[in-house]
Structure formats: structure tokens, C-alpha cells
């Protein structure tokens, strides 16, 4: 934050006008969700486009009014260019609609990819567009509820020196907070989030598949206060909020994890026993798996998901701590 307050101060546009005309290119889950909260900090939404017609009714839901047109026009009529595409698609928008003479001189041109940093802006930059990468550290619905979710939010941003302050003023208006990422930084920072969100939400349904198999009624309302705590604790404390039988190094539990799954889940022996190895490895290296237990428990994760859980299978119930 005080690298932008640092960073020179620009004229006319780069500084961000009072209000801002606003157009959003590609009207999939997040435009809509982000014109509608510049909306709300007094700017003007005054296009999108859209091709689904999923896409459609997100806009006419979140940006009432607003007509649909084809994306060259959003950004005839438009001070602020949302480019919210998927993110092998924006490359190709972004040189098509610079190709074309879409982008005016001075227009701010943002997209919301995580992935990306400012350089896949180049081609609207040399046209004389304003780039902004502008990543909401968020999922999102398609719905008015992702509108109210903005409050707080990190917005993982990348800019030039000089438009440092108008990203931020925008951030801050849709309710978020910025966090500055480098350029190169943008690939790791993406592939760190997905790990987490995007795995997490497997990992999730997994187990609620497992539960309803295992004759749990209502899976959801298990899940959901063991889940709440242990994200509340590994945002808190990290590895040392591990626990479980492979933190314990309880071998024998494992193994028979690992049976069960091959009889009644195979599809999902494979991914248990990735994330148990990285377990494994993450509670040596802290110290809270002891050394003298890893070893039969090393053996049981070495399996490959195919053959059987050796002399380990009979191992009975965990009553270790949870």
C-alpha cells in the first residue's frame, strides 16, 4: 500500500475520472458482478456483451437496463473496458479488438484473470488503452449475492507505476482490497489459489459422496462445523493445525482407508493417497509425525492405488484425537 501511495501521480484518466462509464466484455459469472458494484460507488454501467444465454440473464439480473451489444461497441461507449473472458480466450480478444480500432486512446482496459499480469494487455497498450489487471480473489455464483461478497475481498492487482492509484481506487470501490503482484509472480499466485479453492471443492464433494455410500443421511450438516473449524485452524496455525491418523502416523487406519476406498470409492484412492503422502511429508518436516511411525506408514501411502494394503488391512478403528 505505500509503494501506491508512492508511485507518481497521473493525469486525466489514469487517475481515475470522478465517475466512469463502465462496459463489460464477456457477461460469464464475474463482469456483471463488477459493473454491478461500480454501480453501487456511482459509475455508469452502459454495455456488455454476451453470447449465452446463461450470459444474458446474468446481465439482465445484475445490470438491469444495461443493453447487450457486441463487444467492439462496449468499448465505443465505455471509459472502463471489464475484459472477462476465459483465460486461454483473452489473449486472442485483446489483439482482435486492438487489431480492429476498438480501443481509444486513454480507456482503461482491465481484465480479471488470475493468470495473467498486464503484458496480455500489450496490444490494447500500444493502441493507447490504459492496462489493468484485476484479479477478485473469489468465487462466484452469477448471482446478486456475489455483488455483497466484493465487501473485503482481495483483489490480486497488477499495474504500472502510474495507473498503481487507479487500480486501487477501483479495488477499494467495488468493496475490495488490493494486493500488489508482480508480473512474473501472476502464474505462482494463480496456481497457489486454484490449489486451494478450486481442490478444495473437489476434496469436499468427495467426501460428501463418501458419507451419503457410507449411509450418512445428511452429509452437508456433518461436514460442514469439522469443515469450518479446520480451515478457521490451518488459516490460524498452518501445518501445526494437522491432525488425523497420517499426522498421528496410525499406519494401521490408513490402511484401512485404503481398502475401503478400492472396494467402494476407487475413483477416489488415487487422489486420497496423493494428499495423505503430502501430508505425510508436510507433518515430518514440523515435526508432529514422529520418525519411528512414518516408516509403516510410508509403506501403506507407497502403493500406486492398485494392489492391495499388505499385512497393514486389519487395522481396526481411529480413537486418536481429532
Not at 497521473?10 to 463488477?34: I, K, S
Not at 504500472?160 to 482490497?177: H, Q
Request: glycine letters at 12%; hydrophobic letters at 50%; a negative charge.
Amino acid at each position: 500500500m505505500n509503494a501506491a501511495a508512492n508511485a507518481p501521480r497521473a493525469t486525466d484518466a489514469r487517475d481515475r475520472p470522478a465517475r466512469l462509464r463502465v462496459g463489460v466484455v464477456g457477461a460469464g459469472r464475474v463482469g456483471p458482478a463488477l459493473a454491478a458494484a461500480l454501480s453501487l460507488a456511482g459509475h455508469r454501467p452502459v454495455a456488455v456483451s454476451g453470447v449465452s444465454d446463461a450470459s444474458r440473464r446474468r446481465a439482465e439480473a445484475l445490470l438491469p437496463g444495461v443493453p447487450l451489444v457486441a463487444p467492439d461497441e462496449v468499448l465505443a461507449r465505455a471509459d472502463l473496458v471489464l475484459l472477462t473472458v476465459p483465460d486461454d480466450a483473452l489473449a486472442g480478444l485483446v489483439t482482435g479488438l486492438a487489431e480492429t480500432g476498438a480501443v481509444r486512446q486513454g480507456q482503461l482496459v482491465a481484465h480479471c484473470s488470475g493468470r495473467w499480469g498486464t503484458a496480455v494487455l500489450d496490444p490494447a497498450l500500444r493502441a493507447g488503452g490504459l492496462p489493468l489487471a484485476l484479479h477478485p480473489v473469489m468465487t462466484f455464483t452469477g448471482t446478486p449475492v456475489d455483488v455483497q461478497r466484493l465487501a473485503g475481498c482481495s483483489f490480486g492487482v497488477t499495474a504500472p507505476a502510474e495507473l498503481r492509484l487507479a487500480a486501487e481506487a477501483l479495488v477499494i470501490e467495488m468493496g475490495g482490497e488490493p494486493e500488489w503482484i508482480d508480473e512474473s509472480a501472476r502464474p505462482l499466485y494463480h496456481a497457489a489459489l486454484a490449489l486451494g479453492a478450486n481442490h478444495l471443492v473437489t476434496l469436499v464433494a468427495q467426501s460428501l459422496e463418501l458419507l451419503r455410500t457410507a449411509g450418512v443421511a445428511a452429509p452437508d450438516r456433518m461436514l460442514g462445523p469439522l469443515l469450518g473449524a479446520a480451515l478457521d485452524n490451518a488459516l490460524r496455525s498452518g501445518d501445526a493445525a494437522l491432525t488425523g491418523p497420517v499426522a498421528r502416523g496410525d499406519a494401521g487406519t490408513v490402511a484401512a482407508h485404503v481398502a475401503e476406498l478400492r472396494a467402494h470409492a476407487p475413483h477416489a484412492l488415487a487422489g486420497y493417497l496423493a494428499m495423505a503422502r503430502t501430508t505425510a511429508d508436510r507433518a515430518l518436516d514440523h515435526g508432529l509425525l514422529k520418525p519411528e511411525l512414518a516408516e509403516a506408514l510410508l509403506g501403506v501411502l507407497a502403493q500406486d492405488g492398485t494392489e492391495g494394503p499388505g499385512g497393514a488391512g486389519g487395522a481396526g478403528a481411529d480413537g486418536g484425537e481429532r
